[in-house]
């Protein structure tokens, strides 16, 4: 069986942190939304047993047992008491890492999926989310892959009505950002500022922008603006930018806006101010 398939990323619209386990995890609080921004993934599976290579378009992606593909691979074997086939992974990657939108997590959901599919759906929805939450805290909620207000540490989906039609522009700087330093910071912020995620979910649901915006806040954001000098300076130029209002997604490093008018023109000047930058625009999922 051979298949193409699209491996689409995610923005946080409001994040916060609420808690911290024992473990060390911590407890959020937030929205996921899915967007057509998408890597692709062409899987073939062979009848004979054997292993797992892949191949990708970017040299600086392992490709071995540290890639999530490989940890979903021997997860889903080792859940099923399966024996292991031979499958091929081609990995055409679009979507940037180390920018708060979940690329290698909704590639390891959708592997599972097609996996799972294989085999006649052998695991539930709940297994697949049990599975993949130990590998990738987001896995859960691609594995849904709808507009959910998440819980816990990625594991408690809700699914809520997302009624915004506006295109989204991302940005992604040339640099990445720790998500250990993000939340190891958090202890230090002196004043948190709380996303008021009931009132983002019913303006996603009312498609009103522009209350929408108000409500906004991401924990982790205030927590690199505290000593993070590649993002201080990166968030000040995108204040400059009046013509969009932009938000951190997860734990950066990319921000997100919505375009309501002046589509090609903002694009425009947006790329000349950030020429070392990676902009994509999309529209929601």
Known sequence: MKVKVDSN?????????VGKLENGYHLLDMTMHPITLSDKLTIEIFLENGILEITTNKVD???????????????????????????EIYLEKIIPHQAGLGG?????????????????DILTIDEMIELGK????????????????????????????????????????????STQKAYGNYKKISQIKMANIDEIIKNLDKENIEELEKHIENNLEESLLIDDENIIKFKEKLKAFKNIKFFMSGSGSSYFGFLLKDIEESCSKLQEEFKNCEIFICNFK
């Open 104 to 120: 290698g997590s909704s590639n390891g959901a959708t592997f599972l999926k097609i996996l799972n599919s294989y085999y006649n």
């Open 61 to 87: 992606i392992p490709t071995g047992k540290s890639n999530i593909l490989f940890k979903i691979y021997d997860a889903f074997y080792k859940k099923t008491k399966l024996s292991k086939r031979r499958i």
């Open 9 to 17: 990323g995610k923005i946080n619209i409001g994040l916060n942190i």
């Open 134 to 177: 130990n590998i990738g805290a987001d896995i859960p909620f691609f594995i849904l892959n709808k507009s959910s207000r998440v819980k816990g540490i990625g594991e408690d989906l809700e699914e809520i009505k997302n009624n915004i039609d506006a295109k989204i522009i991302i940005i992604k700087p040339n640099f990445g950002v």
